[in-house]
């Protein structure tokens, strides 16, 4: 049983690693290990909710009416102490609900690289699948996720989580 856990704990280091590249490589496989690695965290369990929200807040389009961000450590502390900018390593999860409370996707953002641009997008349905636009995967730099929070001038609450501040 330790040998499995050992293992299991390995595995999780190196698909972390491997989503920790950024851009690099093909985003399909990227997102795929994103998705595996938050799962192995149990990032609902362990992670922490955006400062200032809970479950269930309200959201606006494209995401949904309902919204639920959690935060990794590295976020969660630079958010805490008042950074303007996310360091690498920042990984932020929103769920997004419909009004009735059904999961209808779920976004992320990964900070892979110390510029403002160095982020690693992915869209994914509630099972994990990489949700589409037409038949282009929403991972990697999709241009509707950068042109919107790209836009924004109000800091990083809202430019890259879209809450206000």
Known sequence: MKKLFTVFMILIAVSFLY???GNAGDPMEQAKAQWDMMQAEKY?????????????????EPH?????TYVNKTADDALKSGA????????????????????????TMH????GKDDWFWVKYNPDGSLAKKGDMALAGK??????????S???????????PE
């Open 44 to 60: 609902q369990e362990s992670w922490a909710h955006f400062p200032g929200t809970g479950d269930f807040y309200k959201g606006t």
């Open 64 to 68: 949904g009416m309902l919204l639920t």
């Open 111 to 114: 900070k892979t690289g110390e």
């Open 84 to 107: 303007k900018e996310l360091p690498k390593g920042s990984i932020l999860i929103k769920e997004n609900y419909m009004p009735d409370k059904k999961l209808g996707a779920i976004t």
């Open 153 to 163: 001038t109000s800091g990083v609450h809202n430019i890259m989580t879209g809450l």
């Open 142 to 151: 999709p241009g509707g996720c950068i042109g919107c929070h790209a836009a």
């Open 19 to 21: 989503v920790e590249k």
